[in-house]
């Protein structure tokens, strides 16, 4: 995450979004594209930069601390690819502004349920 957001106390609220390996790939292959090939607002950028990196830890921190998301994957059923990835309201919208985001991710990240 970025820095907090000026005049505001305290830090922004990060939403958890399960997604799958597949999906994650997706968003990431969304996300670069996006950096990549037109252009960003500056602010927008690094919001996506922040949800690249948002992926990464994802998975680094199911390594490290394994025992939360299993919990969580046992008790709905979800297959074992299933990570939470945490984005704040700004990374959301700034995902949910990407005009060729697959519409699978699309709906996940807009209704913040899986599938």
Do not use: F, K, N
């Amino acid at each position: 995450m970025s820095a907090l957001p000026a005049g505001e106390p305290g830090s922004e609220v990060l939403v958890p979004y399960w997604l799958t390996g597949t999906h994650r790939t997706q968003l990431a292959t969304a996300v670069r594209a996006a950096l990549t090939g037109c252009l960003v607002h500056p602010v927008a950028a690094i919001h996506l930069e922040d949800v690249l990196t948002e992926l990464h830890v994802a998975a680094a921190r199911d390594a490290v601390w394994p025992a939360s998301a299993a919990r969580v994957r046992l008790a709905t059923g979800w297959d074992e690819d299933m990570l939470p990835v945490r984005l704040s309201a700004a990374e959301l919208a700034g995902v949910l502004a990407i005009p060729d985001l697959p519409a699978a991710v699309r709906v996940l990240l807009g209704s913040g349920t899986a599938e």
